[in-house]
């Protein structure tokens, strides 16, 4: 059992539209971050969420952390092909840190 | 700031031979650093967290004696596949942090090794 469920698992869309990627735990973070994985590279660092119910944009990516700290969603408005790839969460207890189960996302031209 | 490397980035070995990885933290001290194991589009899987200067902690179902890691200076964590096979086929990802938070992690660009 995974302790941070992302959905959906996968994800194919046409550029342009709208996706919306959860994040869900029963567990308290902390701290959650958002990455992107592209084929053959590490994750790269999207965002850090801090304070339950806070926002961030950044770009067409807006990522909110639930007010009880225990989820997460990442909304991409307006699709690019550049988007595709693995979107995982990340969460931190405060001693230990666990990824999601991962979204791979894929934006059809 | 805050790159992490690794080193190959692909390998190629044979059944029963060994092979080793190895993960660099280039512009500052990694305390910590961890080992990831991915298939493809999934997510990432620890499998163990290294000290310098200490045993590494594995995570359940991770073999201590197959799996061989070394972090023996503050730049520098090695995972050594013992006996591959081509289950171990796999990405491998490492990340350093330095020990200021939990989440700070900085990943390496992860390493493909496939055992024939």
């Known amino acids: 059992t995974q302790l941070l469920e992302q959905s959906p698992q996968f994800l194919s869309i046409q550029e342009g539209e709208n996706l919306t990627v959860y994040c869900n735990s029963s567990s308290v973070f902390s701290s959650l971050q958002w990455y992107r994985q592209e084929p053959g590279e590490g994750p790269v660092l999207l965002v850090t969420?801090?304070?339950?119910?806070e926002v961030k944009k950044l770009k067409r990516l807006t990522f909110q952390f639930g007010d009880a700290r225990k989820d997460s969603s990442l909304h991409i408005t307006a699709a690019q092909t550049g988007d595709t790839g693995l979107y995982l969460c990340a969460g931190d207890t405060g001693n230990q840190f666990y990824f999601g189960t991962g979204t791979s996302l894929t934006v059809i031209p | 700031g805050a790159v992490v490397s690794q080193h190959p980035s692909r390998v190629i070995c044979k059944s029963g031979t060994s092979v080793k990885i190895e993960c660099r933290s280039l512009d500052f001290q990694a305390t910590t650093m961890f080992w990831y194991r991915q298939f493809p589009k999934k997510s990432l899987m620890l499998m163990a967290t290294s000290n310098e200067g200490s045993k590494a902690t594995y995570e359940q179902g991770v073999e201590k004696d197959k799996f061989l890691i070394n972090h023996a200076s503050l730049t520098l964590s090695t995972l050594t596949v013992t006996s591959a096979h081509p289950e171990d086929s796999s990405f491998y990802i490492c990340s350093a942090s330095d020990g200021r938070a939990t989440y700070e992690q900085y990943f390496g660009p992860g390493t493909r090794l496939t055992v024939t």
């Open positions: 969420v801090v304070t339950g119910g």
